[in-house]
C-alpha cells in the first residue's frame, strides 16, 4: 500500500462546479498535513494546511480525519485558474528528523 | 516573492558529464534542504536529505556517489549528477523549511521549493 494515495483523476469539471479531493495515508504517526498545487512543469506550491478542525481559505476547504487516515480538499465555484494538480503531502516527524512524503497527485481540468 | 532560488532551470548536457544544481534559502537560513525527483506524471521523490556542515542523508536506493550533495553554507545546497545517463532526466527539485515570520502566515512547518531544474541528459 502506498504511504499517501489519491485518485490520479482527470477530474474534468465546468466552471462554477465544487470538486472534492480525497487522500488516504498510511502511517498514524504523520503529524502534519497539507495540500499543495502544482501547474505542469512547476514547482509545487503550498495551497493550505489542514487540521483537525478543518480549515477554510475562500473557496477550498480542508478536512482531516485522523481515526480514517483521510484528508480531503473541497474547491467550490471552480476557477478555470484552478486547473492544476493537487498534491496530497504528508509529514512526519522522526526524532530529529522530518520528512514529506507526497501523493501522486489529482489533476482538475476546469472547463467553460 | 520566492522563498527558495534553484539554479538553473534547465539545462541539456551530454551523457557521461556531470551538471551541478544550486538550492538557495532566501533571507534564512537552513540548515536542512531536501532534494526531490519527479518524473513524468508521477509523485516527488525525495531523494536525500542535505544537512549543513554534515553529509547528506540519503533514501533508500539513492546512489550516493551518482547525487552528490554539498550544503556548504547555510543558505546553499548543491546537487550534482555525476556521469549523467539518459535516464538521469527529469525534474530536480528542492526545498527548505522556512522558519516562523519569513514567510506572512507561514508556520515553522512548511516547506518551500524552488523553482525546479529540468535536466535533460542526451
Known amino acids: 500500500r502506498k504511504e499517501v494515495e489519491q485518485d490520479p483523476g482527470p477530474f474534468n469539471v465546468p466552471e462554477g462546479a465544487t470538486v472534492a479531493f480525497n487522500c488516504t495515508y498510511s502511517n498514524s504517526a504523520s503529524q502534519s498535513f497539507f495540500w499543495y498545487r502544482q501547474d505542469c512543469r512547476k514547482e509545487p506550491k503550498l495551497l493550505m494546511s489542514v487540521y483537525s478542525s478543518g480549515n477554510e481559505d475562500g473557496r477550498f476547504t480542508a478536512q482531516l480525519n485522523r481515526a480514517s487516515q483521510y484528508i480531503s480538499l473541497l474547491i467550490r465555484d471552480s476557477k478555470l485558474s484552478d486547473s492544476a494538480t493537487y498534491l496530497c503531502v504528508v509529514n512526519q516527524n522522526t526524532g530529529t528528523a522530518s520528512k514529506l512524503t507526497f501523493g501522486t497527485g489529482t489533476r482538475l481540468q476546469v472547463t467553460l | 516573492g520566492a522563498v527558495v532560488s534553484q539554479h538553473p532551470s534547465r539545462v541539456i548536457c551530454k551523457s557521461g558529464t556531470s551538471v551541478k544544481i544550486e538550492c538557495r534559502s532566501l533571507d534564512f537560513q537552513a540548515t536542512t534542504m531536501f532534494w526531490y525527483r519527479q518524473f513524468p506524471k508521477k509523485s516527488l521523490m525525495l531523494m536525500a536529505t542535505s544537512n549543513e556542515g554534515s553529509k547528506a542523508t540519503y533514501e533508500q536506493g539513492v546512489e550516493k556517489d551518482k547525487f552528490l550533495i554539498n550544503h556548504a553554507s547555510l543558505t546553499l545546497s548543491t546537487l550534482t549528477v555525476t556521469s549523467a545517463h539518459p535516464e538521469d532526466s527529469s525534474f530536480y527539485i528542492c526545498?527548505?523549511?522556512?522558519?516562523?515570520?519569513?514567510?506572512?502566515?507561514?508556520?515553522?512547518?512548511?516547506?518551500?521549493f524552488g523553482e525546479g531544474s529540468w535536466l535533460t541528459v542526451v
Open positions: 526545498s527548505a523549511r522556512a522558519p516562523v515570520g519569513r514567510v506572512p502566515g507561514g508556520s515553522g512547518n512548511t516547506i518551500y
